[in-house]
């Protein structure tokens, strides 16, 4: 038990994992630890990353605004950035789903996360039904989505070992069966089944657009989400996309549900809606919602808050965010990362030892043969430690390695990260051998 250091790291098994890296400074798509590594972040940092570290336009914005006002309540109160970043956001959103099915959304709610996005957008969906004197209680989902660990969020996830020890204590959800390849009909008849049982008593159906993230960066179809959200829309089902990981253009599109054509009822950002700078979540909602909860009587208001809900930092670093996407060539350089995924996806599909190799807008994803498969594979430790040792982020999910970089990230970079990743598999080719005898 004997630590040097007293900080409980998110998802560490502390008795396993030695000592956390110690990061001193950061710049576009690197990592500088105290001794002076130099550490390629292949990962943008848990997804939250998108123009590079220490953006120069979004520090000059966060320190401008540092010495202006940095706090105040949000409930009667308000400021510039919040109100800039609100109508930059619904603009930006709009324009994007030009010419898509559904209502606009022209309402956004602040918190600190994306975990309390979701939180946001499940009451929402629910308050909005209970105000209007609608019983609608079930809540659908989609097998293997992770929305982050707050209750709510775990809830409407799959069950997992990331929540087995809460299980007992989570809110029922139907979850429908993920959409492999060559499957969509099976999920798409379990939706069918359960609307025509119990569509007038479901309040939303919450999925990751086109990927799932932690489960293993699955993909799907944006043809099979359009049709899901058509079923659902038949029976009046609130559409709730958790864009957490895919918005701000991480799979080539700006939000993955404009890749299916239709517009959500409540939308989930945060990660990249700061350019991964500070801590932040938007739920967006459509007029019909926000209508839900304004009333003559108080008590129909919407009952959420967190305490750093608008806070004025985080307003100015995505209001600069904004900026740099209104600016610059962003996408541009998604399709660069894409186009050279693709390229690496050729040589990594002629490997034996791996499957399943996958490429969207700046994600690249292979499942390693012969592994055991779920998060805790211990292969996943083995190629973290590798690249590590080579100057290179990915930790990979079990027997899912990925790429998910910053945009800024040169050639150069991610031509490094396929060659380490190469001999990392290589390094693992005796056990896998070992495995497969
Ligand atoms: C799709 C998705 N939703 C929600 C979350 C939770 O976000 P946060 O960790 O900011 O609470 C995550 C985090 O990885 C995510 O990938």
Same mark, same amino acid.
């Given at each position: 038990?004997?630590? /040097?250091?007293?900080?409980?790291?998110?998802?560490?098994?502390?008795?396993?994992?030695?000592?956390?890296?110690?990061?001193? %400074?950061?710049?576009?798509?690197?990592?500088? #630890?105290?001794?002076?590594?130099?550490?390629?972040?292949?990962?943008?940092?848990?997804?939250?990353?998108?123009?590079?570290?220490?953006?120069?336009?979004? /520090?000059?914005?966060?320190?401008?605004?540092?010495?202006?006002?940095?706090?105040?309540?949000?409930?009667?109160?308000?400021?510039?950035?919040?109100?800039?970043?609100?109508?930059?956001? *619904?603009?930006?959103?709009?324009?994007?789903?030009?010419?898509?099915?559904?209502?606009?959304?022209?309402?956004?709610?602040?918190? $600190?996360?994306?975990? #309390?996005?979701?939180?946001?957008?499940?009451?929402?969906?629910?308050?909005?039904?209970?105000?209007?004197?609608?019983?609608?209680?079930?809540?659908?989902?989609?097998?293997?989505?992770?929305?982050?660990?707050?209750?709510?969020?775990?809830?409407?996830?799959?069950?997992?070992?990331?929540?087995?020890?809460?299980?007992?204590?989570?809110?029922?959800?139907?979850?429908?069966?993920?959409?492999?390849?060559?499957?969509?009909?099976?999920?798409?008849?379990? @939706?069918?089944?359960?609307?025509? %049982?119990?569509?007038?008593? #479901?309040?939303?159906?919450?999925?990751?657009?086109?990927?799932?993230?932690?489960?293993?960066?699955?993909?799907?179809?944006?043809?099979?989400?359009?049709?899901?959200?058509?079923?659902?829309?038949?029976?009046?089902?609130?559409?709730?996309?958790?864009?957490?990981?895919?918005?701000?253009?991480?799979?080539?599109?700006?939000?993955?549900?404009?890749?299916?054509?239709?517009?959500?009822?409540?939308?989930?950002?945060?990660?990249?809606?700061?350019?991964?700078?500070?801590?932040?979540?938007?739920?967006?909602?459509?007029?019909?919602?926000?209508?839900?909860?304004?009333?003559?009587?108080?008590?129909?208001?919407?009952?959420?808050? #967190?305490?750093?809900?608008?806070?004025? *930092?985080?307003?100015?670093?995505?209001?600069?965010? @904004?900026?740099?996407?209104?600016?610059?060539?962003?996408?541009?350089? /998604?399709?660069?990362?894409?186009?050279?995924?693709?390229?690496?996806?050729?040589?990594?599909?002629?490997?034996? $030892?791996?499957?399943?190799?996958?490429?969207?807008?700046?994600?690249?994803?292979?499942?390693?043969?012969?592994?055991?498969?779920?998060? @805790?594979?211990?292969?996943?430790?083995?190629?973290?430690?590798?690249?590590?040792?080579?100057? /290179?982020?990915?930790?990979?999910?079990? $027997?899912?390695?990925?790429? *998910?970089?910053?945009?800024?990230?040169?050639?150069? $970079?991610?031509?490094?990260?396929?060659?380490?990743?190469?001999?990392?598999?290589?390094? @693992?080719?005796?056990?896998?051998?070992?495995?497969?005898?």
């Amino acid at each position: 038990m004997a630590r /040097v250091s007293p900080i409980w790291h998110p998802m560490t098994q502390h008795k396993i994992f030695g000592r956390a890296v110690a990061i001193e %400074r950061a710049e576009g798509a690197h990592l500088y #630890t105290k001794d002076g590594q130099d550490i390629i972040d292949g990962i943008s940092s848990w997804w939250v990353n998108t123009h590079g570290h220490c953006h120069p336009k979004i /520090v000059e914005a966060v320190q401008a605004q540092a010495a202006k006002l940095e706090q105040v309540i949000f409930a009667g109160f308000t400021h510039d950035p919040a109100e800039k970043l609100g109508r930059g956001l *619904l603009r930006m959103v709009g324009a994007a789903f030009e010419g898509a099915g559904g209502l606009p959304l022209e309402f956004v709610f602040y918190s $600190d996360s994306g975990s #309390t996005a979701i939180e946001a957008a499940l009451k929402m969906a629910i308050g909005a039904f209970a105000h209007k004197g609608e019983k609608r209680t079930k809540i659908l989902a989609l097998d293997g989505g992770y929305h982050g660990d707050t209750f709510g969020a775990m809830a409407a996830g799959g069950r997992s070992v990331f929540n087995a020890a809460y299980e007992p204590y989570l809110f029922e959800v139907e979850h429908l069966p993920f959409p492999e390849a060559g499957q969509e009909k099976k999920t798409l008849a379990a @939706l069918r089944t359960f609307l025509q %049982r119990h569509g007038s008593q #479901t309040a939303a159906f919450v999925f990751e657009p086109l990927v799932q993230g932690a489960s293993g960066m699955r993909f799907y179809s944006p043809d099979l989400l359009r049709h899901m959200a058509g079923l659902c829309r038949e029976y009046g089902v609130l559409l709730i996309a958790d864009e957490v990981m895919t918005g701000f253009g991480r799979t080539g599109s700006l939000f993955a549900c404009v890749r299916s054509g239709f517009i959500p009822d409540l939308m989930c950002l945060s990660k990249g809606l700061t350019g991964g700078f500070l801590p932040m979540g938007a739920t967006l909602a459509t007029r019909d919602i926000y209508k839900a909860f304004y009333h003559d009587e108080k008590a129909k208001m919407f009952f959420h808050s #967190t305490s750093f809900t608008g806070n004025a *930092l985080a307003c100015a670093a995505a209001l600069a965010s @904004l900026q740099i996407w209104e600016e610059e060539p962003v996408l541009e350089d /998604v399709a660069r990362i894409e186009a050279s995924h693709s390229r690496a996806a050729g040589w990594f599909s002629a490997r034996p $030892d791996v499957e399943n190799v996958r490429v969207m807008g700046s994600i690249f994803a292979l499942d390693i043969k012969g592994a055991d498969n779920g998060y @805790l594979a211990p292969v996943g430790a083995q190629i973290y430690d590798y690249m590590m040792a080579h100057g /290179v982020l990915l930790r990979p999910m079990g $027997d899912c390695v990925y790429i *998910l970089p910053p945009y800024c990230i040169e050639e150069a $970079d991610l031509e490094y990260i396929y060659a380490t990743l190469w001999a990392a598999l290589d390094s @693992l080719r005796g056990d896998v051998e070992q495995r497969a005898a």
